[in-house]
């Protein structure tokens, strides 16, 4: 129970930890929906534990209560989002918690979704009391990308994932692009792309790196992520691994005139074109396409547009153990002195190591 001042006992924040990590499980797997862990207690012992594994699939709570059964009565749930109430490819979980007698719902954070929040509203109603609270950072934190859509945003959520040097580089004075980091980290890497629903770069990356953009060595999402490049002229090659694999997996370029000769030629090869006058047009098809998180491996030149336009949600760098030197491409180089300068007012939302290299999660002072 809480307080008088709203402080969480141990136990509870302990559940609800196991409910967070229980629906970091389902990472890939549930877009559009959210990530939902759920844990039932029952006189201080866990009855019931689930997760929301794949779309389409039973929710958190559903399986909780399976799990638990009949000790669900009288029983409390912890849960990472406020229960459903409507009927999709599931039916509501707050009817389920209802006609299981659960005593008590505390929820890190409410449903924002309009067509199926509600749900504390109706528990409430049949006598269920129902807090909202615990874990609610962490809550939010895990979801943000559905948070952002149902919120009713007109753009992705943006990640800006950058592979650095100690001094700020991504690509040595020759412009020689190797791999800065290690295994660890480039595996890292993937698990992000596996989180997405898109993987964008620019024109520029296309064609020094001549990337696949597709999810390797961690566990497939559901759906293989759109592969998008952002390519005004439609100058990708039809040569390259982009193009070569477009009939097998999505891939789009965001262009000035999708109708010119170039990119008429990479729609033979499958590649689909969006017509957009600006970047902030871009990400608003890109957005009506479906594209409700949107993963930016960047360069130098998007990177600037993004950070230069207030565009970028969330900024992942991997820092190497290694000096690139004189002449070195900047990371930033391209970023608007403001920006570069807000940049010092980003907060650290987390920071991993893995092996030599750094891994620093931040996220603007607003979100």
């Known amino acids: 129970m809480t307080d008088s001042a709203g402080a969480w006992g141990a136990r509870e924040r302990a559940w609800m930890k196991r409910a967070l ?14 990530m939902v862990g759920a844990v039932i207690v029952r006189d201080g012992a866990v009855v019931g534990a689930g997760y929301h594994a794949r779309y389409g699939e ?9 799990q638990a059964g009949a000790l669900a009565r009288g029983a409390d749930l912890y849960c990472t989002l406020e229960p459903c109430n409507a009927h999709g490819k599931q039916p509501p979980c707050a009817d389920a918690l209802i006609a299981a007698g659960v005593r008590r719902v505390v929820a890190a954070i409410p449903d924002p979704n309009e067509t199926k929040g509600g749900g504390a509203a109706k528990l409430r109603a049949a006598g269920i009391a129902v807090e909202f609270g615990l874990g609610e950072a962490e809550a939010r934190e895990l979801n943000q990308p559905f948070l952002h859509w149902a919120g009713g945003a007109s753009r992705p959520w943006i990640t800006l994932k950058l592979a650095v040097s100690m001094d700020g580089a991504i690509a040595a004075a020759d412009r020689e692009r190797g791999w800065l980091t290690g295994e660890k980290a480039r595996k890292q890497v993937h698990r992000l ?13 296309a064609l020094a790196d001549d990337p696949a953009l597709t999810v390797r060595g961690v566990r497939k999402p559901r759906l293989a992520p759109l592969r998008v490049v952002f390519d005004r002229q439609a100058r990708l090659p ?21 109708a010119a000769p170039a990119a008429m030629a990479l729609a033979k090869k499958g590649v689909a074109s969006i017509s957009a006058s ?10 009506a396409r479906g594209v409700h998180h949107l993963l930016v491996e960047g ?20 820092q190497a153990p ?20 807000s940049l010092s007012h980003w907060r650290v939302v987390e920071r991993l190591i893995f092996d030599d290299d750094v891994m620093t999660v931040l996220a603007p002072p607003a979100v």
């Open 21 to 34: 990590a229980l629906a970091a499980r389902g990472w890939g797997q549930t877009a559009p929906n959210p």
């Open 238 to 258: 039809l040569t390259s691994q982009l193009a070569k694999t477009a009939k097998r997996l999505p891939t789009v370029i965001v262009t000035e005139n999708a």
């Open 322 to 341: 290694v000096i690139l030197g004189a002449g070195a491409l900047g990371a930033f180089s391209s970023v608007p002195s403001v920006a570069t300068q």
């Open 299 to 318: 360069g130098s030149a998007i990177t600037g547009a993004l950070l230069g336009g207030n565009l970028v949600d969330r900024l992942v760098i991997f």
């Open 193 to 205: 792309r596996a989180g997405a629903d898109a993987i964008a770069v620019g024109i520029g990356t």
């Open 278 to 287: 600006d970047l902030p047009a871009a990400l608003e098809a890109l957005h």
């Open 58 to 66: 039973p929710h958190a709570e559903a399986v909780a209560l399976a």
